[in-house]
């Protein structure tokens, strides 16, 4: 049955949607947990889809995700249903604020999922039937980089590397970054600036690390923005609504909004259609080699 499904999917991929422009991809990464990365995936998807733009949100921290419960949703099939009760991938998407589409990373399972190449694989498969349905696929990726994602992550046009003024923030985003870089990501690091006290601040850090990678790794970042420490975030997060919604004149509110208007550019984009062949060729590769 499964083979029959993916061959459909594949059947369907193949067809109308070639014509199509192909959804931009973004990954939301950081070197450590507890950065608040997934609020920040949350609210950037909210506020593209505010803009009239078609997102899904993936919470790939499976088996430990929060997106629906920061959203204040509990989901009724999550991508760990997916990959343990064969789930069909479509039932998995669910309604969130705004527009919204999500995917719930799932949680309070005994052990994370481990995603190997061939759950890799099955996932691409069915991502690529949907890839041209939406305007941003945004991936909420689990803390650290695991062997297993780094051919994932390198597919992605762009990554959102998150940092706190902490040392160890700092030092594990440059760690993350170097691996991807080792493995060959052509993705465009973008650095964000999380809990910080003002513009000063996060100029400071960011341009620190953005100076030692391209240094020692011969990488360009881009400087995108920051997010301060406000009590409507960790209010938002109680109340479990996010913070673009709880408070859109809030200072953050504006500030994810600043950093959104990064990835509405027309340059950018303009930019993006040359470059959407890495994720989809890759997704090709995975797709017809079987």
């Known amino acids: 049955m499964m083979n029959d499904q993916a061959r459909n999917l594949r059947a369907r991929v193949r067809g109308e949607r070639f014509n199509r ?24 998807s909210i ?8 997102v899904l949100l993936f919470d790939l921290d499976i088996g430990m995700g929060n997106i629906d419960i920061l959203v204040g949703n509990q989901a009724r099939y999550t991508i760990a249903d997916y990959f343990l009760n064969d789930i069909p991938f479509e039932q998995i998407i669910q309604n969130g604020p705004e527009g919204l589409k999500y995917i719930a990373g799932g949680s309070g399972l005994e052990g994370a999922i481990s995603l190997d190449n061939d759950r890799v694989n099955q996932l691409l498969d ?3 039937t949907f890839f041209y349905d939406y305007d941003y696929f945004i991936f ?24 706190t003024p902490e040392p160890t923030s700092i030092m594990d985003a440059y760690s993350a970054m170097k691996i991807l870089t080792i493995n060959d990501a052509h993705s465009n690091f973008h650095l964000l600036g999380n ?32 997010l301060p420490e406000d009590s409507i975030i960790s209010t938002a997060v109680k109340r479990q609504i996010p ?34 062949t890495s994720f989809i060729e890759k997704l090709k590769i995975v797709l017809f080699r079987k």
Do not use: C, W
């Open 21 to 44: 422009k192909a959804a931009q991809t973004i990954a939301v990464i950081s070197g450590k947990g507890g950065v608040g990365k997934s609020n920040i995936a949350l609210n950037l």
């Open 47 to 54: 506020m593209l889809s505010q803009h009239r733009k078609k």
């Open 126 to 128: 069915h991502i690529h």
């Open 140 to 163: 909420d990726m689990g803390a650290g980089i695991s062997e297993d994602l780094v051919l994932f992550l390198s597919s992605v046009q762009d990554i959102i590397v998150v940092v």
């Open 195 to 226: 809990r910080m006290k003002n513009e000063k601040e996060s100029n400071a850090v960011l341009m620190r690390l953005q100076k030692a990678v391209y240094q020692f790794l011969q990488k360009d970042s881009n400087l995108i923005g920051f």
């Open 243 to 276: 913070f673009v919604l709880l408070n859109p004149k809030s200072y953050a509110a504006k500030q994810i909004n600043i950093i959104t208007q990064v990835f509405l550019s027309t340059n950018l984009n303009e930019s993006k259609i040359k470059n959407n």
